[in-house]
């Protein structure tokens, strides 16, 4: 066996990254000051103190072996974006380049807003965009192929200052919700917390498979997922995959993602396989929210480039494969202040955690009143497989708190005060060799879409590759508004102790019908979810709308997160998104069945149809009843598949039509017929590949892509 080197993790980790470290040791005392305001305080940062701490990064970087730098920004295609430039100025008189790298550079980029997604913002607009520096997540250097870049997070906005990326309306959220924090905070008492900030750490599941046969596979490359293939003969239905031992290969690949990651000052934590055949999953330890999104980008982009130099390939779409578990994304939320308090931690006699109580239900709330919104926020055109398909979590919105804060909150309900919290027991193993411990006194939920994990919510919903900032700018933002609700009525109120007390039971009784422990998976929950009145929005496309509804504009409003304009050019993103996926999807299984699924099984057919007339003739009675009943299947199923296809083609004709005029009616044509026709189209060459010899079949098989790695 191959033996790796040593690794000092401790003086790896963050050797790529300039962080508050190297700030403290390179940057002019004044100069760090100055700095630290702004990441502390939100002060603006004068050109001079710019240009200094430009001038270090520079020479930290090119340390580093840079030679580039750019502005790393998350435009609302899915994924970050990038404009390099070299450090390289205009040659000098005796032909000497310098390397330099100015404040401004620093502070302000421009790139082509055109080549972006704006969601109409561009045709009302200047087609100008610019990013600026986000100095509370640190810069790093990226080593990879094209040598090492400074990478620089910034923010992206149109001329007119309307975001067009994810990071501008999480920081207005993160603003948002510390704002309202501390009102909360100072009127229970609270006078020595500065800031309120969300910690967010997001669990990432991917699918690994091997690089060559990934290239055999046409829909892969084209689309992130399979479009068509039958599961094979062992599924996972043994559940023994997870976390079954690594595999040397992807062990390998795990080892180096973590080296790189931990370099770029990503705290990648645990690792294990999932339920899937072939699924894993990476988890970091939680940060600030605005850094966590970065990091979870950093993650994504890592695990796509460490599995290339392993030939192997990172599939990160929601649902590679039908019949297998899809991947997603569990977002791990909590409020942190400054000097250490997590709002949402209950302490050990939660029924006497007055403030505790007060944030717990607020978030009730928040989750009840704005549960498709939410819902929204998960929404991508790979999670339409999960949510709302036949797998976790639902598309329904839900919180499951545990036995223990239901309780408190049944009390809180039925008789006006809670007077105790039920307690977890002593594990009992009846194994005297395993030291003894105390079980949490709630245990877990893992159908639940939202879900309350001992000191954070965890919002199970995210997809996989989509990005986790509209998920939390969305969770921000409604707590923040319920937050200020509640200050509204406390500070309203002649005794304010009753009020918080009143207001916490107002909140429990009103908004009841969002807690649910139960299965969330069983059909009687989407019954019971419907009685209650909850939403069930099972598809993106009947989601977007409520970005544009009154309740949210509103919202988004009153807390300068977004405005009506940007709300609108989002949701006309999302319908283009939907459409463009699902017209690629369509159009690519189309070619993949004229190109290669047609011709394979005429082959095969002509196959099957010589070796009869070479029975016959050798053996004239013999019986060849098998090999006509296979010709005769294969000939109807692909008759079938003809007609289908034929159907599909009309309707994403439809579809691209529509396209350029009305990107909603687009979306539901896409989402109605091109999908329902595709589905049907999958049937027929599903079974086709059922019985089509294996040597005859154009592409890899699930068998072959899951367990062959
Ligand atoms: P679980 O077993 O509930 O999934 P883990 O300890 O595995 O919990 O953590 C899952 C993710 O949640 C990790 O990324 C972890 O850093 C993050 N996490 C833990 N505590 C918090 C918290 N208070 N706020 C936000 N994220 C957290
Ligand atoms: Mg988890």
Request: net charge negative; proline share 4%.
């Amino acid at each position: 066996m191959e033996t790796v080197d040593k690794i000092n993790v401790a003086e790896i980790f963050g050797e790529n990254v300039f962080d508050d470290r190297v700030m403290q040791e390179r940057l002019p005392k004044k100069t760090y000051q100055k700095l630290k305001q702004t990441i502390q305080e939100g002060r603006e940062l004068d050109a001079e103190t710019a240009d200094v701490i430009a001038h270090e990064m520079k020479e930290w970087a090119i340390e580093k072996g840079a030679t580039h730098y750019t502005h790393w920004f998350q435009p609302l295609t899915g994924v970050t974006a990038e404009k390099h430039d070299s450090f390289i100025s205009a040659p000098k008189e005796d032909g000497k380049v310098l390397m330099s790298f100015s404040g401004k550079e620093l502070v302000k980029g421009e790139p082509d807003a055109s080549s972006f997604p704006s969601g109409g913002l561009r045709a009302t607009f200047e087609a100008r965009g610019y990013t600026s520096w986000d100095p509370t997540s640190p810069a790093f250097v990226r080593e990879d192929a094209s040598g090492a870049t400074l990478c620089i997070p910034t923010a992206f906005c149109s001329y007119t200052g309307e975001a067009l990326d994810q990071k501008t309306p999480l920081l207005r959220s993160m603003e948002a919700i510390n704002e309202q924090s501390l009102r909360l905070l100072r009127l229970l008492g609270n006078t020595t917390s500065k800031r309120v900030l969300p910690s967010v750490g997001a669990e990432q599941e991917y699918f690994i498979i091997d690089r060559d046969k990934y290239l055999k596979r046409k829909d892969l490359i084209y689309t992130g997922r399979t479009l068509f293939g039958r599961m094979p003969a062992k599924g996972q239905e043994m559940d023994d995959h997870y976390f079954g031992t690594i595999r040397e290969r992807i062990a390998a690949f795990m080892r180096d993602v973590d080296i790189e990651l931990w370099k770029l000052g990503v705290t990648s934590k645990t690792e294990h396989n999932e339920v899937a055949p072939g699924q894993h999953e990476l988890a970091p330890i939680y940060s600030v929210a605005n850094v966590a999104v970065d990091h979870n980008h950093l993650v994504m982009e890592t695990m796509k480039r460490v599995a290339y130099k392993h030939n192997l390939y990172c599939l990160l779409h929601e649902k590679p494969f039908a019949g297998v578990n899809g991947s997603g994304k569990h977002n791990n939320w909590s409020l942190v202040t400054d000097d250490g308090i997590n709002l949402i931690d209950p302490g050990k006699s939660p029924h006497e955690n007055i403030q505790f109580l007060l944030v717990l239900t607020c978030i009730i709330a928040a989750v009840d009143d704005h549960a498709e919104l939410l819902r929204e926020s998960a929404a991508d055109v790979g999670n339409d497989h999960r949510l709302g398909a036949n797998e976790a979590p639902p598309a329904i919105m839900s919180i499951f708190l545990g036995d223990q804060l239901q309780d408190v909150l049944e009390q809180l309900i039925h008789t006006g005060t809670a007077t105790h919290s039920i307690v977890g027991s002593k594990m009992n193993t009846e194994i005297k060799a395993l030291p003894e411990f105390m079980k949490d006194a709630t245990d877990r939920n893992r159908t639940s879409p939202f879900a309350f994990t001992g000191n954070k919510f965890e919002f199970r919903s995210v997809g996989s590759q989509d990005s986790i900032g509209e998920a939390n700018v969305v969770l921000n933002t409604i707590v923040a508004e319920a937050f200020s609700n509640a200050c509204d009525y406390i500070e309203a109120a002649e005794d304010k102790d009753q009020a918080v007390h009143d207001y916490i039971k107002k909140l429990a009784t009103e908004h009841q019908r969002i807690l649910f422990n139960g299965d969330g998976y069983a059909p009687e929950w989407v019954e019971e979810a419907a009685k209650r009145g909850l939403p069930n929005l099972k598809s993106m496309v009947d989601a977007i709308p409520v970005l544009t509804e009154e309740k949210t504009v509103a919202m988004f409003k009153k807390f300068h997160v977004f405005s009506e304009t940007e709300l609108q050019s989002r949701a006309e993103i999302e319908y283009e998104q939907y459409s463009k996926q699902i017209n690629i999807e369509g159009r690519a299984m189309l070619n993949i069945c004229t190109k290669q699924i047609i011709p394979a099984v005429i082959k095969f057919e002509t196959k099957v149809a010589n070796s009869i007339n070479a029975m016959v003739t050798a053996v004239p009675d013999i019986d060849v009843s098998v090999q006509t009943e296979l010709l005769t299947e294969t000939a109807d199923l692909l008759s079938a598949a003809r007609t289908s296809m034929a159907s599909l083609s009309d309707a994403v004709e439809k579809g691209s039509q529509l396209l350029s005029t009305d990107a909603a009616a687009a979306a539901h044509v896409y989402h109605d017929e091109v999908m329902k026709y595709m589905e049907e189209l999958r049937v027929s060459v599903d079974n086709l590949e059922q019985l089509v010899g294996k040597e005859d079949w154009p592409m890899p098989s699930y068998g072959d892509l899951l367990f062959e790695v």
